[in-house]
């Protein structure tokens, strides 16, 4: 009787906790869908709700340690997975071909956003990691370029989780916002698509503001935020030379381990620019099926992140780093309006 006591349960075993840990992740992530139908959240989008219900489970439940496994799998493996797929949302040629103007100017939204989110972090005193994650997503494409952005600079899982939840609220409200003014601005409908697209959070945030804009606005929206995703990757590569010589200065360790998803970021692009649709026959339904997966997948992780979360520590930590963020939205939407 001891004997059978004793002996493991499948159900206790490593993988089961693993797979229990990742469905959680997944169940969340469509409690969340769920509540991103309902109107008013409709506008804030799968990603958030999801880590609204994430760092409320954690609050009133606590942290559930025993699937921990899974839930890791889910914020690490599965994030860079959904990553590595974003990257065929990225036409490298229309980039090149339409878009080297908007190029230029994606530039210098991207070093503006970062340095005054940065600067302004310390005139507040506010955290530094959360302000520089909040500055690369504003500057570049919210949650995905703070996903990409936070194993360089060796982020904890909870300022991740934190700015990602900043990044997507504050970018819902400014892409509203952007909506109500629409008739008000003296643009025509590709001023307007330019402007929404260099200075928008999200592409969820570029696509919701330029509708407004009809066809050619939207399409000149997502064009310039397509620009921005492109510069995600050499981004990346500045971050990664500037923790190296930042850890060779202080005599730390300076192993940075190498974004590998990045390669496979860059592989899809090309092979969605170049070889998908063009040389290999690619579905239109097979490219909307792997966009969902993608959407689905960065959720999961997002909830993986969402748990981590304490709201003591958002309510002392994330206050300053969102108002920095917030200032520096509302002068890089003046920046990118002045430059059309």
Same mark, same amino acid.
């Given at each position: ?152 600079? /060796?982020? +904890? &899982?909870? !300022? ?5 939840? %900043? ?5 819902? #409200?400014?892409? *509203? ?66 923790? /190296?010589? +930042? &850890?060779? !200065? ?5 192993? %940075? ?5 990045? #390669?496979?970021? *860059? ?74």
């Amino acid at each position: 009787m001891s004997q059978l006591a004793n002996k493991p349960s499948r159900f206790n075993s490593p993988k089961a906790v693993w797979i229990g840990g990742v469905l959680f992740t997944f169940l969340i992530a469509f409690l969340g869908y769920l509540l991103a139908q309902i109107p008013g959240f409709n506008q804030v989008g799968q990603l958030a709700c999801a880590i609204i219900i994430a760092v409320f489970y954690r609050q009133l439940f606590g942290y559930p340690g025993t699937i921990r496994s899974g839930i890791t799998f889910s914020s690490k493996w599965l994030l860079r997975t959904a990553i590595v797929l974003y990257g065929l949302k990225l036409n490298i040629d229309t980039v090149f071909s339409d878009g080297l103007g908007l190029l230029l100017r994606d530039m210098a939204v991207i070093v503006f956003a970062i340095l005054l989110t940065i600067w302004l972090a310390k005139r507040f005193n506010a955290d530094k990691t959360i302000s520089l994650l909040l500055g690369v997503g504003t500057g570049v494409c919210g949650a995905a370029a703070i996903a990409a952005i936070a194993p360089i600079i /060796k982020a +904890k &899982d909870e !300022d991740t989780a934190i700015s990602v939840g %900043i990044i997507a609220l504050v970018g819902t #409200v400014f892409a *509203i916002t952007y909506t109500i003014l629409r008739p008000f601005l003296p643009m025509d409908d590709i001023e307007y698509g330019m402007w929404v697209g260099i200075s928008l959070h999200e592409i969820a945030h570029v696509a919701l503001a330029g509708a407004p804009a009809g066809e050619d606005g939207l399409a000149i929206a997502l064009l310039g935020k397509l620009g921005r995703v492109f510069l995600l990757v050499p981004l990346c590569f500045i971050f990664i030379f500037w923790m /190296k010589r +930042k &850890d060779k !200065d202080q005599e730390t360790d300076a192993s %940075i381990e190498f974004p590998w998803f990045l #390669v496979g970021f *860059i592989l899809l692009s090309i092979l969605g620019s170049y070889v998908f649709g063009s040389i290999i026959p690619f579905p239109e339904a097979l490219r909307e099926f792997i966009s969902a997966l993608t959407t689905w997948l960065l959720t999961a992780a997002m909830v993986g992140l969402g748990l981590s979360v304490s709201l003591r520590d958002l309510r002392e930590r994330a206050l300053l780093p969102l108002a920095a963020m917030t200032i520096t939205s509302i002068l890089l939407s003046v920046f990118a309006y002045v430059s059309i």
